[in-house]
């Protein structure tokens, strides 16, 4: 069976600061690796993924992820926070199998402070 | 519109009531997933349906949790008997396609309080 955890609650960033919010995922085969993110009063939403190919990939507004499959490992970084980064943020998995069950952590709400 | 649209967006209910919770995927998509997340937690898987045919039930709770897509396009979550820990917000995510590489699209979430 596949799970993530999110082991940070919590984080809160001064503007402009960099971020990391860590993501362990387990799984037993070839995995998906997904974060979303929660702005606000709306629906999550698909921030960045990994299928395969290049491990480190990007957002459309700086985020990034490393995929690291040694230390089961997807953490999102961001070099520089915005106040409008506020949010909940979800790392999920899939197994990549038949279809597309989608396992994920318990989130981590980044508040940026001005 | 052109999201994922979910109907109501709150829902109160009495101990023992019976709820439906309505989801309007975005069209042409295929897979429709219910997920449950309480308070502080992260979505739980429920179900997933690719068109009408239900293929994975594995995460309702308990039966008297039934999902149903007829016609492979509204979805409806039904609940009967509501108990407390029932209350959680209810999330449905559609996606054009069922290979698990695909986007999630969620709506904004059904969220049921049981008194």
């Known amino acids: 069976a596949q799970s993530v955890t999110q082991l940070d609650s919590q984080v809160p960033v001064f503007e402009e600061a960099p971020v990391e919010l860590r993501c362990n995922y387990s799984?037993?085969?070839?995995?998906?690796l997904f974060w979303y993110v929660q702005y606000p009063n709306q629906g999550l939403q698909l921030l960045l993924k990994?299928?395969?190919?290049?491990?480190l990939v990007e957002s459309i507004n700086g985020f990034e992820a490393e995929f690291n499959k040694s230390q089961t490992s997807f953490h999102l970084r961001k070099p520089s926070v915005h106040i409008s980064d506020t949010a909940e943020y979800f790392c999920?998995?899939?197994?990549?199998?038949?279809?597309?069950?989608?396992?994920f952590g318990t989130g981590t709400k980044l508040q940026v402070i001005p | 519109g052109a999201g994922v649209s979910q109907s109501p967006r709150y829902k109160v209910a009495k101990r023992g009531q019976d709820v439906a919770l309505r989801c309007d995927p975005i069209?042409?998509?295929?897979?429709l997933f219910w997920y449950q997340q309480a308070l502080g937690q992260g979505p739980e898987f429920l179900t997933y349906?690719?068109?009408?045919?239900?293929?994975?039930k594995s995460g309702l709770p308990s039966d008297r949790f039934f999902a149903e897509r007829p016609e492979g396009s509204v979805s409806t979550l039904k609940i009967q008997r509501t108990q407390q820990e029932d209350s959680a917000v209810y999330l449905c995510?559609?996606?054009?396609?069922?290979?698990?590489?695909?986007?999630?699209?969620f709506g904004e979430g059904s969220r049921l309080t049981v008194l």
């Open positions: 799984s037993s085969v070839s995995v998906y």
């Open positions: 349906f690719q068109n009408e045919a239900q293929l994975d």
């Open positions: 995510a559609s996606s054009f396609s069922g290979s698990g590489t695909g986007e999630l699209f």
């Open positions: 999920a998995v899939s197994d990549g199998g038949g279809y597309q069950k989608v396992t």
């Open positions: 069209s042409g998509h295929v897979s």
């Open positions: 990994y299928l395969s190919g290049s491990t």
